[in-house]
């Protein structure tokens, strides 16, 4: 199973920036690696459901955001690193929350559309 572990969370004030990195190792059961994967990131509110924040697929190309992050958040990838990573700025209170890195077949907005998940980092921007 690929195995993500994010990293870079923290504790930011409104305005500010943090970039996120998911590292990758292992393969899927399916025998998928990393740079044979779509890559999303996902984050989690406390009493909020698990929702979609950016995609990109194996190819680095195209990418894809959820509306109340684009312009703000630019999701990357390094398949020789086997790092995702999301860049985000402009950060705000709403965007507190904990983030998951997340491996799939094909780039995708839904939690079904991966099947191999992070344990999440933790990003609180205060106001």
């Known amino acids: 199973q690929v195995q993500l572990v994010e990293s870079g969370g923290g504790l930011v004030q409104a305005g500010g920036s943090l970039r996120l990195s998911c590292a990758a190792s292992?393969?899927?059961?399916?025998?998928?690696?990393?740079?044979?994967?779509?890559m999303g990131w996902f984050r989690q509110a406390p009493g909020k459901e698990r929702e979609f924040v950016a995609a990109?697929?194996?190819?680095?190309?195209?990418?894809s955001y959820a509306g109340s992050v684009k312009g703000r958040f630019t999701i990357s990838r390094d398949n020789a690193l086997n790092t995702v990573y999301l860049q985000m700025t402009s950060l705000k209170p709403e965007d507190t929350a904990a983030y998951y890195c997340?491996?799939?077949?094909?780039?995708?907005?839904?939690?079904?559309?991966?099947?191999?998940w992070g344990q999440g980092t933790q990003v609180t921007v205060s106001s």
């Open positions: 990109i697929s194996r190819y680095g190309s195209p990418t």
């Open positions: 997340a491996a799939g077949p094909g780039i995708g907005s839904q939690l079904r559309d991966y099947d191999s």
């Open positions: 292992g393969r899927t059961t399916s025998a998928r690696t990393f740079s044979t994967s779509a």
